[in-house]
């Protein structure tokens, strides 16, 4: 699949934020290309979870575009409004439904994405959703999660709470897959496995906006990295070219973050 | 415009009593992070500490009545006043004044053996189990208060130098307003607890650590500094706050064992209109929805809309809800 | 805790089945318990059915409303007036009471909602207390205020009158020419509880019951997930209030009077401890903890000092006042102080209620016959939810 080709899923023009007298984000310009892995990185205190926050209208944009499929995201929205639209998000510290089983932690998504925001069924039986229930069970499947899905989800390890979570994503079979850090916190052995389950991810051709500062991941995965430091974007581009770019150098190790 | 004037002075008294209540609410809030269910019962406790107070100092004896001739009559006399005369008569007089010394040592003592031996448990536990355990805890003192004191309301009166009321209208060249003298010593004695608490709060290094640790508690506690026994105090000083208000309003409304429920749920009310978390916000809802109050019970008022002066504090409640949901004064 | 368990179709129905044996032949072992007469039994049935519906909203959404005694007493309000003016038939008049008290729910809850945690509480006690000071003092032209609502022999009934109908001696609830008082008024609220008990089930076991749950667990996932969590918890709420004022209606239908202290606070505190001692979030859990506290309010508050001497009058004389002493200020009248008392002592030591209770031991048997259950868990995976 070549550049030229491909279709833009988030186009972000000129966007700009500040709060109180402080630029967070200034002139942000970022186009993120359908079935790419879009890695945002940059030291701490940069601005990246203003600019994910921002770039799906969670924070108001004080000027600039946002669009994503024909819906400027620059007016405020409501989180389930966004979910609805087709962003699913992975959060840092694993966002799951620790009082259900891993089973109906699956289905519900998958409810949002068929019945919509709101859908009234008191009569209806869950055990009646077959359809909905073997399509979680496959994808419980994949992820070796089958055999306890019964179990109440609060019982997983934290780098199983994270693949559960990415299964809660995945079974709504979202336009734009946003991840926050997807390894933030976790034991080495966690995070390969996490990286496993992204690579095997983005080979079903998934978009993706991944927002992270551990290098390893970033590189494994990306296809493409803006770098954002200072609330501006300083450089982009495929791995290998970020990796000897000087400025990229220069707002790493002038950081004390790294 | 006298008229006006008169519903503002009327609403200040009941204004003063919410801020007070509100005010102590949101410090507990604030600082333990429990919402106190039982901190109206803590005001009606107060009010009882002035009952039981005039009633130990009119523990009487029956001694022959001389003034009646005829037939061999008695009458209860209290010991004091058949020990000291006139002093006796005095003490008996000032006796609402008196319980506000006494309550002070109670009250923080009942404050503090609520926060030791209950509510420090339930700094963990969920904000529906905390307000279910302190709602047990205010039906088992209400009920318990009932049991001793009966049901009835038990009147209670100003010393006489302030019993009657003011003309002070005529101070400022106003006709007919009229104003208890007791009610202008609620509303003083309201705005120096207020301005006190205040004070404590801002010019203390207590004080400083308390508003310290409010605003980001796991930080002060980073700080090596033990904001746990601080926050023990100022519990007690919410339930001293509460129970001083509720001996103050004792010669304003007769106490019976409801009042700290009735009280209770008009001050939460004045806290979610002035901002849960803002002690400004408590102090200015509590009088402004006190005079609010006072005005919707003018027969001008009613006449127009019958029934306003019980629903209007559940109105503004509703409004602010729709239009400022964090409330006058609230942070998000 | 397990609030949606895992259960097959054939497991809800035989639930559905045995709860409704046990209802139905309440006037049976009720004997044995000493609660073997119709008013209480009715008790059971009416405050069950109020404790199911708050269940719906506090046990699956987590939502502590202290304002469900409002929809009650709209409930009771609306059934008297339905026997004034319409006719002494009940079911018309607990249909209304379910209409009005689920549109009165709508308003207050929309409302409420607007705020989450305490603030809802509160917000749900101010509403109630409202409810109250309205229907005691402002509608009295409605509410008749203090002393309450009666239906009387001269109301104009007008279906009834059309149909040529005609009342002897004081009016009383019917059903289709039977007289809805003593037991008839009993199997009417029995049947009742165990429609509202299969329509509690139902809702367990649907997707709805199930979001419900998880907005209770993690209402910023759920959002994120794609779902409005506002109209979830809206319905849950109208939901519940409607059976709040099912349960009103029921209460005016064995006894047609209608007052203001049902609205009070105190009754919407009796409701939250009902669901918090049997159990919240369980199917069982608030009728388990309905009956109990009926029961031995039925008890307790029948005893006086006298009723004491008597029970004690086996002991020595000093033995026997000092226990009277000891007990007295906690039965008759106050029964209210051993609620109180009990109230807090289950949220210290059991929050789960009595089915946590019997969870517990369960737990200890289970372990103890691991072996033999084997085919029991099979049986529970084969249906998934």
């Not at chain 1, 009646?128 to 390890?157: T, V």
């Not at chain 1, 559960?164 to 079979?173: P, R, V």
């Not at chain 3, 005694?69 to 002494?88: D, E, H, I, P, R």
């Not at chain 3, 749900?124 to 239906?151: C, D, H």
Request: aromatic share 10%; net charge neutral; charged share 15%.
């Amino acid at each position: 699949m070549s550049t030229a080709q491909s279709n833009i899923v988030l186009d972000i023009t000129g966007v700009n934020k500040s709060f109180g007298g402080l630029q967070a984000l200034s002139d942000i310009n970022l186009q993120i290309e359908e079935g790419k892995t879009h890695a945002i990185i940059g030291p701490n205190g940069a601005g990246k979870s203003t600019l994910l926050n921002t770039c799906i209208g969670l924070l108001k944009a004080d000027s600039g575009t946002i669009n994503f499929g024909g819906n400027d995201l620059t007016h405020g929205f409501q989180p389930h409004d966004i979910n609805q639209m087709g962003i699913s998000r992975v959060f840092q510290t694993p966002q799951i439904f620790p009082d259900l089983t891993i089973l109906q932690n699956v289905m519900i998504p998958a409810f949002a994405k068929r019945d919509g925001a709101f859908k009234l069924n008191l009569f209806k039986s869950l055990r009646d959703e077959k359809e909905i229930e073997a399509e979680a069970l496959h994808l419980l499947e994949d992820l070796a999660m089958a055999d306890q899905r019964f179990n109440n989800a609060g019982s997983l390890s934290r780098g199983n709470k994270r693949r559960l979570e990415l299964a809660m994503c995945l079974i709504q079979h979202p336009k734009l897959l946003l991840l926050d850090e997807p390894t933030a916190g976790m034991a080495r052995h966690d995070t390969n496995q996490t990286i496993d389950l992204l690579i095997k991810i983005k080979e079903s051709g998934m978009t993706k906006v991944i927002i992270e500062h551990d290098m390893h991941v970033v590189f494994s995965l990306a296809d493409k990295i803006s770098v954002l430091a200072q609330g501006a974007i300083i450089a982009e581009g495929e791995p290998d070219e970020i990796k000897g770019h000087p400025k990229v150098r220069e707002a790493y190790l002038g950081s004390a973050e790294v | 415009m006298e008229a006006v004037l008169l519903q503002v002075l009327n609403g200040l008294d009941k204004g003063g009593a919410y801020a007070l209540i509100a005010l102590g609410l949101t410090l507990v809030f604030g600082t333990l992070g429990v919402v106190n269910f039982a901190h109206g019962a803590l005001f009606m406790l107060g009010a009882f500490v002035a009952v039981s107070v005039q009633k130990i100092l009119t523990i009487s004896s029956k001694v022959r009545d001389e003034s009646v001739t005829f037939f061999e009559a008695y009458k209860e006399t209290p010991y004091l006043e058949i020990w000291w005369g006139d002093t006796g008569r005095a003490i008996i007089d000032y006796s609402v004044p008196i319980s506000l010394l006494i309550a002070i040592p109670i009250m923080l003592l009942i404050g503090l053996l609520m926060e030791r031996g209950l509510i420090k448990y339930f700094y963990k536990r969920e904000h529906a189990d905390q307000i279910l355990v302190t709602f047990g805890l205010a039906i088992v003192i209400q009920e318990i208060i009932k049991a001793n004191f009966g049901a009835n309301p038990i009147p209670q009166a100003a010393p006489e130098i302030v019993a009657g009321s003011a003309d002070i209208g005529s101070l400022f060249g106003f006709e007919g307003i009229v104003y208890p003298w007791w009610r202008m010593m609620y509303l003083l004695f309201s705005l120096s607890i207020i301005g006190g608490v205040f004070a404590f709060l801002h010019f203390t290094t207590f004080g400083m650590v308390v508003r310290a640790g409010m605003h980001d508690r796991e930080t002060v506690g980073l700080l090596g500094i033990n904001i746990q026994r601080r926050f023990t105090i100022v519990f007690g000083i919410a339930a001293v706050v509460a129970g001083l208000a509720g001996v103050m309003y004792t010669p304003i409304l007769p106490p019976d064992y409801h009042m700290g429920m009735d009280f209770l749920v008009l001050s939460f009310v004045v806290v979610v209109v002035g901002g849960m978390g803002s002690l400004g916000g408590a102090v200015a809802a509590g009088f402004l929805l006190g005079i609010l109050q006072s005005f919707s019970s003018m027969t001008e008022v009613k006449a127009v809309i019958p029934g306003i002066d019980q629903i209007i504090i559940y109105l503004i409640a509703v409004v602010i809800l729709l239009f400022r949901p964090r409330g006058l004064l609230g942070k998000d | 805790m397990k609030s949606i368990v895992l259960s097959t179709k054939k497991r809800d129905y035989t639930t559905l089945l045995v709860f409704a044996v046990i209802v139905f032949t309440a006037p049976l072992w009720g004997k044995i318990i000493g609660a073997g007469y119709p008013d209480l039994l009715q008790k059971f049935a009416i405050f069950g059915l109020f404790a199911i519906g708050y269940n719906i909203l506090f046990g699956l959404t987590g939502y502590l409303s202290f304002g469900h005694a409002a929809f009650l007493g709209v409930g009771s309000y609306v059934t008297v007036w339905s026997f004034k003016l319409l006719t002494m038939n009940a079911i018309p008049a607990v249909l209304l009471a379910i209409v009005f008290s689920g549109v009165f729910a709508l308003l207050i809850g929309f409302l409420s909602l607007r705020r989450s945690g305490i603030y809802f509480s509160i917000l749900t006690l101010a509403f109630a207390q409202m409810s109250y000071n309205l229907a005691y003092s402002v509608l009295t032209p409605i509410t008749n205020g203090e002393t309450g609502l009666r239906v009387l022999t001269s109301d104009p009934r007008v279906v009834d009158t059309a149909l040529g109908y005609t009342i002897e001696g004081s009016p009383l609830a019917t059903l289709f020419g039977t007289t809805l008082t003593g037991y008839p008024g009993f199997y009417f609220c029995a049947v009742v509880l165990v429609l509202g008990f299969w329509l509690s089930l139902k809702i367990f076991r649907s997707p709805f019951g199930m979001k419900l749950v998880a907005i209770k667990t993690n209402q910023t996932r759920m959002e994120y997930t794609g779902f409005n969590h506002r109209p979830y918890l809206l319905c849950a709420f109208v939901i519940s209030g409607m059976y709040a004022g099912l349960a009103g209606g029921l209460l005016a239908v064995v006894d047609p009077l209608a007052g203001a202290e049902r609205m009070q606070w105190t009754a919407s505190g009796e409701v939250v401890l009902m669901t918090i001692l049997g159990g919240v979030g369980t199917l069982f859990g608030p009728i388990i903890g309905a009956a109990t506290i009926k029961y031995f309010e039925n008890i307790f508050s029948g005893i006086g000092d006298t009723a004491l001497a008597e029970i004690f009058s086996f002991l020595p004389d000093a033995v026997s006042n000092l226990l009277i002493t000891i007990i007295s200020p906690f039965v008759g009248s106050g029964w209210h102080l051993t609620l109180g008392i009990l109230f807090m002592l289950i949220i210290i030591f059991l929050p789960g209620g009595m089915s946590q209770g019997f969870q517990k031991i369960a737990d200890k048997i289970k372990q103890k016959n691991k072996k033999s259950s084997t085919s029991e868990v099979k049986l529970e995976k084969d249906g998934i939810a």
